[in-house]
């Protein structure tokens, strides 16, 4: 299996623009998780998914954030409009069910100028 | 629910000697215990999980820890610091009840030459 893939590995955007973030799980996992990780606020999680069904979106910032997972085998990760404090490393992962290994991609470096 | 902490935001280190990364956990149970790396503007990657099979758990890159209830720690060790060490360390609680990672600040080691 070729791990977590992301895309893109880089955006950079301008205020006001749609970012979509996307996201291709482990093949058999179950769970799906989108995080953000900052400086000032280190590694947060936004939302995660079990069987494609969002279960917890505590973590989602603000009504501009939306996530979906239209089935097992991908996610997006929505912001409109993005704003230049969206700026940061946005990680998924995946894994099978409790006390295994959670997998994370290599993340999308968002920039919002 | 679990939580641990982290006791150390930075660890600075010679090559050559041992490294201790500290973490205390807060259950009323054994938790499932997992520690995580972040190498510079990389993913995250499992170096070890505890699952109550055994107290001493090896991981990766030399890397193991010992689960004591008796002192409720889960502490990283690793007898000979290597320059590729140098990264951000995550001691992570499997939340049973909901199947989320939630990460902490993390721990900052610095190898110096």
């Known amino acids: 299996d070729a791990g977590v893939i992301q895309s893109p590995r880089h955006e950079v955007t301008e205020m006001g623009q749609e970012v979509t973030l996307r996201c291709k799980p482990i093949?058999?996992?179950?769970?799906l998780f989108w995080y953000r990780q900052t400086m000032m606020r280190g590694l947060e999680l936004l939302i995660y998914?079990?069987?494609?069904?969002?279960?917890?979106d505590s973590g989602m910032p603000e009504d501009r954030f939306s996530a979906k997972m239209p089935n097992a085998s991908f996610s997006t990760l929505k912001i409109q409009p993005s704003e230049p404090r969206d700026s940061a490393v946005y990680f998924c992962?995946?894994?099978?069910?409790?006390?295994?290994?959670?997998?994370f991609g290599q993340g999308t470096r968002l920039t919002v100028v | 629910a679990q939580s641990v902490t982290q006791l150390d935001s930075h660890v600075s280190v010679s090559e050559g000697t041992p490294v201790l990364l500290r973490c205390n956990y807060s259950?009323?149970?054994?938790?499932?215990l997992f520690w995580y790396v972040q190498h510079p503007n990389k993913g995250l990657q499992l170096l070890l999980k505890?699952?109550?099979?055994?107290?001493l758990v090896k991981g990766i890159n030399g890397f193991e820890a010992e689960f004591k209830k008796s002192e409720t720690s889960f502490h990283l060790t690793k007898p000979s610091a290597h320059m590729s060490d140098a990264a951000e360390y995550f001691c992570?609680?499997?939340?049973?009840?909901?199947?989320?990672?939630?990460f902490g600040g993390g721990t900052r080691l610095m190898v110096k030459p």
């Open positions: 992962a995946s894994r099978r069910g409790g006390n295994t290994e959670a997998f």
């Open positions: 093949s058999g996992h179950d769970y």
């Open positions: 998914f079990n069987n494609n069904v969002p279960i917890d």
């Open positions: 259950s009323s149970y054994s938790p499932s």
């Open positions: 505890y699952t109550s099979a055994a107290t």
């Open positions: 992570v609680p499997d939340n049973n009840a909901g199947n989320m990672l939630t």
